[in-house]
């Protein structure tokens, strides 16, 4: 059985799967996930890939690996598949990645400009996404109290780091590759987003209910349907 590494996005951490990692367990799947240093200021995607990649290593983990890329967490998860081998990549809502200025125009014009105006710099040039504006976009249908959790995890990210600046990837990875979409992400809009995968990659995504996080809010549900991409 694939060991899963889940990779979380922009101005998030490893707790946010702590509610879909137990329901991977029940379903027989070993699942782990780690920090991305996106606090630090010397590192970018390419970075932030090279460090899942070293981490994947000091852990031991075969080759054998299924990459779960949660928004930023897709672009990052598309690098790891250039630096080492993997068994298959499963993009949740995600912020694609980009070879060139055509596919970041695509990408843009298929994020929500609400995301702009949610995100301020604090004085330590640090981007910080305002809880009211991730309550609306990021959780508006996670029940509250764990929504008041997810609130609390959310980290301080370094604006390099942010997919909605231009950071090209030189090809996209030669890796089986499948996708799942949420019909209410505030973030990424379900009909553009289905159109741009299935242009760019010629796969049909799997749309779950809900909104950006359904690690948090149908944990469960996510679960069963990645144990049925897996297998």
Known sequence: MPEIVLLHGGFHGAACWSALIPALAH????ALAFDLPIDRADTDLDALALHAVNDIKERGLSDGIVLVGHSMGAAVAAR???????????????????????EQAENMAATNTDFGEAI?????????FLPEAASRIFYHD????????????????WPSQM??????MRQFPDTPLS????????????????????????IEPHILPGGHSPFLSRP???ASLLNTIIF
């Not at 301020?120 to 910080?128: F, L, Q």
């Not at 997919?163 to 090209?168: A, K």
């Open 120 to 128: 301020t710099i604090d004085p330590d040039g640090m981007a910080v």
């Open 27 to 30: 379903l027989g799947h070993q």
């Open 80 to 102: 790891i598949a250039i630096l080492q081998p993997i068994e298959s990549i499963i993009f949740l809502c995600p912020g694609l990645p980009a070879t060139n200025h055509v």
């Open 163 to 168: 997919t909605m600046n231009y950071q090209p």
């Open 220 to 222: 469960q549900h996510l």
């Open 142 to 157: 996670v029940p509250s109290a764990l929504r008041d959790e997810a609130l609390h995890w959310m980290r301080r990210q």
């Open 179 to 202: 996708a799942i979409l949420s019909e209410d992400d505030r973030l990424l809009p379900v009909a553009a987003n289905t159109a741009l995968i299935r242009g760019r990659y010629g």
